[in-house]
């Protein structure tokens, strides 16, 4: 087993800012908190798991194994799970350790096969330890997150073999971090410290939850998993206003932020107190990327999954997330802010927040109810799910902007061109009978107007008296 001096065993590494490696290995974000950090003294783990934003994704019910347990995975994948929960209160998530010297990937079947057999932290530490004598070749290098239901919660660096246990409440603040390297693996092999931004922002996030007495699933879900800050650039508070290199007014590259562009699904397990009854571990799902995903409870105890997370043809509720975390990049692969929010309200987290924080709050008074029974537990989380289900597919933008940037010579003509309206891009109404045009010295941000210089029922308009400065314009609909 890999040892490390007893003060880094339990304490967080500042390892300051740095270049960022290639993007094009798997970069998953994660972190655990024992119940000293939060407010209600359970535990939780939390992971964002990098797939490529587009990958199909379902939660699952397995009970092929002694321990029936949830989790996620790829669409119809029935033998492998990347973080989930069990009826004994065990659960497991996970992220690669790129600086150990690696053998084969083997996460999801490990995890697997934990989350089927293993009741506590111990249990995992002696699958680990059988594992490592099944192949020769050993595994790949993986940081787990790890809590049960008898106050165990740790990190636990599993390197080709042997592995060492941090464990979360010996740790000065409550709780641990991990992106993409090992604490105990080798800093000058393969990038070292990969995703070292994603690290030092989650371990930032979290202390400040911890200091202000609101690290909760809540706060993780929508202030840490969707955080699109990196190192180049805060774009905080949100949107954007201004410009980033050469990206388009208020868009931000998130390629190396904690929600990157090519992360595919959430997960926070909220464990219980040591001795709770393990049936009340809830999973925080969000089966899609974070920039247009929203959360709901499951339950092992349920004994199913809502068919909104595995039906017969995948999952409806990532098929609609994979759509509105498209809408939120422009044309050039970063994200525009304004779609996410802005002054009028109008923004897909200007929706998906408040429908969330609704979840959240019917949660708890069913929980808090006089009537509650764990025999509702399937009811509820099926209702909830099919009610965001069906409000997120209603959704639509109020409008898209699109930035093109033209030379003007004299005359001062500029022809302005837009494409046919669908029907279904405006909700299913009538064909427009008209555009208006009107056009501004400055972008079309916070409710601008600008001026109206003239109406058409073509697809196109001709601006005679174009500044020589440039200018921008929009175009409405008239019915």
Same mark, same amino acid.
């Given at each position: ?14 390892? %300051? ?10 970069? !998953? ?8 950090? /939060? ?24 009970? +092929? ?39 084969? &990937? ?90 070292? &931004?994603?690290?030092?922002? #989650? ?18 879900? +929508? ?28 868009? $931000? ?10 992360? *595919?699904?959430?997960?926070?397990? +909220? ?72 002054? #009028? ?38 209702? !909830? ?8 597919? /209603? ?8 930035? $093109? ?6 005359? &001062? &003509? ?5 494409? +046919? ?16 045009? =009107?056009? *501004? ?14 109406? !058409? ?11 020589? %400065?440039?200018? =921008? ?7």
């Amino acid at each position: 087993m890999l040892l490390l001096p007893v003060a880094l065993q339990h304490s967080l590494i500042d390892l %300051g800012d740095g270049p960022e490696p290639p993007v094009d290995m798997n970069q !998953t974000s994660a972190g655990v908190a024992s119940g000293r950090a /939060t407010p209600d003294g359970r535990p939780m783990i939390w992971k964002n798991r990098d797939r490529g934003g587009g990958e199909p994704m379902e939660f699952r019910y397995w009970d +092929q194994g002694p321990i029936p347990f949830i989790g996620y995975t790829s669409n119809n994948n029935l033998l492998e799970c990347y973080g989930g929960v069990n009826a004994a209160g065990f659960a497991v998530a996970n992220t690669d350790g790129h600086n150990f010297d690696n053998g084969p &990937h083997n996460d999801g079947r490990v995890m697997w096969d934990a989350l089927s057999k293993c009741r506590t932290i111990d249990d995992f530490q002696a699958l680990l330890d059988s594992a490592d004598q099944v192949d020769v070749n050993g595994r790949y290098g993986y940081n787990y997150q790890v809590l049960d239901a008898y106050g165990g919660c740790a990190n636990i660096e599993a390197a080709r073999f042997g592995h060492t246990r941090f464990d979360a409440a010996d740790a000065p603040e409550g709780f641990l971090v991990r992106a993409n390297f090992a604490y105990t693996g080798n800093m000058n092999l393969n990038d070292g410290t990969n995703g070292i &931004h994603r690290h030092n922002r #989650s371990a930032i996030l979290f202390r400040r939850a911890v200091e202000e007495g609101r690290l909760t699933p809540q706060y993780i879900l +929508q202030t840490v998993a969707r955080d699109i800050s990196s190192i180049d650039i805060d774009p905080y508070p949100l949107p954007l206003r201004g410009y980033f290199a050469d990206y388009p007014y208020g868009s $931000v590259p998130n390629f190396a932020s904690i929600c990157r562009s090519t992360t *595919s699904a959430t997960l926070v397990v +909220q464990g219980v107190p040591n001795g709770g009854r393990p049936d009340d571990c809830v999973t925080w799902a969000m089966i899609g990327a974070p920039l247009g995903g929203i959360t709901t409870p499951l339950w092992v105890r349920a004994g199913s999954v809502p068919v909104e997370y595995d039906g017969p043809a995948g999952s409806r509720l990532n098929t609609r997330i994979i759509a509105l975390r498209n809408y939120a990049y422009n044309n050039v692969g970063a994200v525009d802010t304004w779609k996410l929010t802005n002054p #009028s309200r109008t923004g897909l987290w200007d929706f998906i927040v408040p429908l969330e924080n609704w979840m959240f709050a019917k949660t708890e008074r069913f929980l808090a109810s006089p009537n509650f029974s764990y025999d509702r537990l399937r009811a509820f989380q099926d209702e !909830t799910a099919q009610q965001i289900a069906d409000s997120i597919q /209603t959704w639509k933008p109020t409008y898209a902007v699109t930035e $093109v940037s033209v030379s003007i010579f004299l005359p &001062h &003509h500029i022809m302005l061109r837009w494409g +046919q309206i669908a029907p279904e891009q405006i909700g299913g109404r009538d064909n427009p009978s008209g555009y208006a045009v =009107y056009r *501004s010295a400055e972008p079309f941000r916070e409710g601008m107007g600008g001026e109206l210089i003239g109406e !058409t029922s073509q697809t196109f308009f001709e601006d005679r008296s174009a500044p020589l %400065g440039g200018s =921008y314009y929009r175009v409405e609909l008239v019915f």
